[in-house]
């Protein structure tokens, strides 16, 4: 006698396309993470058009390094969404919803990053780019030096992307919204506050934070070695970014290590 076996549906495990596709979902659906994003999109068009309005730029500046007098700012904006992207999650015990949709940890950590990155480069890019386009029509002409826009304006979208991606490690390490908030602002400061204490070391330890890569590629005065470190701009954003993929991969081993 043979036994005939019923077929049973198996559910295919959620790939990362459907893991990308939830991302999506959530990241439109929070209003912390979507004005939040829209201050990021704004903040450098409106320090341009404060800068050029009030005549407060200094005569060593740069046209592009007052225009984008706010982005450091919309920087540290931009490492809070990508921090709320996950800590968000944890606070309100989704992340266990989404963590029986897609079982593969590394699949949820590396969604997230694959949007907030993207999201954050594209909005930079164009916002600080507007900024400049601002401020260089309404600043007087011939006053001030004008900088070079170009590659810089996408190092400086690069610094954003970055910064997100270290907002997100960050959140995955702390899980919790204020606590992820609160450590990547300081993460972001801190090393040009404690830079000189390191000596010769200064060039490197003020020149880990995104908001260092950041004011060497807008050619502000304000970016000094004793402020951001002695790197050019360029190798201090491979240095900041070589950093936060060390700390976003430590984040992904707790993350698989740790329960829900």
């Not at 390094?65 to 990508?82: D, E, H, K, P, Y």
């Not at 950590?109 to 990155?117: P, Q």
């Not at 400049?132 to 006053?143: H, I, K, Q, T």
């Amino acid at each position: 006698m043979t036994t005939l076996a019923l077929p049973t549906e198996q559910r295919s495990p959620t790939g990362f396309r459907e893991a990308l596709s939830y991302e999506w979902i959530k990241f439109r659906s929070v209003r912390s993470t979507v004005w939040t994003t829209a201050a990021t999109a704004v903040l450098p068009l409106l320090g341009a058009v404060f800068v050029a309005a009030t005549g407060s730029l200094q005569p060593d500046d740069t046209v592009l390094g007052g225009s984008l007098t706010l982005s450091v700012v919309a920087q540290m904006l931009a490492a809070v969404v990508g921090a709320l992207v996950i800590s968000g999650e944890y606070s309100s015990g989704t992340i266990r919803t989404t963590f029986a949709a897609v079982p593969c940890r590394s699949t949820v950590l590396a969604a997230k990053a694959a949007l907030v990155a993207p999201v954050m480069y594209v909005l930079a890019l164009l916002s600080c780019s507007a900024a400049y386009v601002v401020g260089d029509a309404m600043l007087p002409a011939g006053r001030y030096a004008q900088g070079d826009p170009l590659p810089a304006l996408f190092g400086i979208a690069a610094s954003f992307a970055v910064a997100a991606v270290l907002g997100l490690a960050v959140g995955t390490l702390v899980r919790h919204s204020a606590g992820a908030v609160t450590t990547v602002i300081g993460v972001l400061l801190l090393p040009s506050l404690f830079g000189p204490l390191f000596g010769n070391a200064e060039r490197w330890i003020a020149g880990l934070s995104p908001t260092a890569a950041l004011e060497k590629l807008t050619q502000t005065s304000d970016a000094t070695a004793d402020t951001v470190g002695s790197l050019g701009p360029w190798p201090s954003l491979l240095l900041v970014t070589a950093c936060t993929t060390s700390l976003a991969l430590a984040a992904l081993v707790l993350l698989r290590r740790r329960d829900a």
